[in-house]
């Protein structure tokens, strides 16, 4: 079974910075986006990142963008913590996003296109149509949680491109011999 599906429902979210973190949802994804914060989209978060990512993960989407863009309150809590603190919390943050974007693996395939619509919405969507849920509960619901169920619907469909713990185990090995064999050759 490939761990993906065991910490989907194993992974325990983090306190971090005196604030308990909701399990990363299609909700944190969305805000933590439109507010361009580098631990979604890529590059180097600096403290305000950090900050700003913890706040909008600690509050789910019933408290909606109002608690989640209140600036003072984030700056009244963000004084309140010790500058020391900050490199422990940023590497226990990346571990909590790393967490939450663990999801099974599939072998490439390419008959399927590009989506256009935000992925935040599909998994939204897919929790409201597929698992029966209210919106709040879609959008409050784990990402690498929905990534579970969307491998198993798509295999009771037809899909085939899902990879089997053995599967992954032979591709690391495949690659591990041609990382071997490529060090080798660089010797000679």
Known sequence: MQGAFIQSLTFNPP??????????????LLVLEAAGS????G????IDDL???IWVCSHGFA???TIAGDAPAIRKWARAQKKPAFTAARAAFQDYINAAFC?????SSSDGGEIRAP???HMATFAMRELHMTEQAAWDFPVNRISCYQACVGEINGNKDLMSAEDIKGVATLEADADKEKAEKEKK
Do not use: N, Q
């Open 43 to 46: 590059g180097v978060p600096d």
């Open 51 to 53: 900050v700003a990512a």
């Open 15 to 28: 306190t971090v910075l005196g604030r308990k973190l909701m399990p990363f949802s299609s909700w944190h």
């Open 63 to 65: 408290e909606g963008i």
């Open 103 to 107: 999801s099974p693996e599939y072998w």
């Open 119 to 121: 992925a935040c919405w």
């Open 38 to 41: 580098p631990f979604v989209l």
